[in-house]
């Protein structure tokens, strides 16, 4: 009886690690969206340009909605009036921009 429960306790582990992945996208997680601004902040402040964290961005993320997003994150912190701000300020403001942007989203329907 015990083999029979670890066989198929092992096939049953062995049948899941060969099911394919499914690609997790960032796009509408706030906590990855203050992650990316966090990280993207570092490159601003690394003196990265905006030009070379878009590449890295496009060489990293396939999703177009996260494309997008963190398109969207680049250009709003290269932005030429935005203020500098350090990497856990950036991931604060855009996972509470998130968050709010949700409750906005929630309370209208």
Not at 49 to 78: C, H, M, P, V, W
Not at 80 to 89: G, K, L
């Amino acid at each position: 009886m015990k083999r029979l429960v670890v066989s198929t306790l092992l096939a049953s582990c062995l049948v899941q690690a060969a099911a394919p992945a499914a690609a997790q996208t960032v796009s509408d997680q706030c906590f990855a969206i203050g992650d990316i601004a966090g990280q993207v902040a570092s490159w601003r402040a690394h003196k990265k340009s905006k030009a070379e964290a878009l590449n890295q961005a496009a060489k990293y993320y396939r999703d177009d909605a996260d494309r997008r997003t963190f398109a969207g994150i680049i250009e709003k912190i290269y932005a030429p009036n935005a203020p500098r701000m350090t990497p856990d300020q950036a991931s604060m403001a855009f996972t509470s921009d998130c968050v709010n942007a949700r409750k906005e989203r929630a309370s209208a329907h």
